[in-house]
């Protein structure tokens, strides 16, 4: 019965996509909370995942009513909220470690 709920990492974040576009089942969605209670490193992924596709949406939205989307201090702050994201992502691997 237990093992129903419990999923990969590779189930996990295919889950997560799916979720993303609301395709998930409500079953799916459950695997997946009880999933990102043990693995932090998919929570993470999960996390980075809506960050990335919330600002895709946030600049893609006009993208097609302008011939130039995002200016170039657009592009510095995408670019810093990378950075510390990874920046982010480097510390808590250090401390899984």
């Known amino acids: 019965m237990a093992n129903k709920f419990f999923i990969s990492c590779d189930e996990a974040t295919t889950i997560c996509d ?8 409500f079953f799916e969605i459950i695997q997946l909370k009880l999933h990102f209670l043990v693995c932090k490193v998919c ?20 993208c097609n009513k302008e011939s130039i ?9 995408i670019k810093k909220q990378l950075e510390q ?3 982010e992502l480097s510390l808590r691997n250090n401390l899984v470690l």
């Open 43 to 62: 929570a993470l992924y999960s996390k980075q995942n809506n960050f990335l596709s919330k600002l895709y949406k946030s600049k893609a939205t006009n």
């Open 18 to 25: 799916k979720s993303q576009y609301k395709e998930a089942s």
């Open 69 to 77: 989307c995002i200016s170039v201090k657009e592009k510095e702050e």
């Open 85 to 87: 994201l990874k920046s």
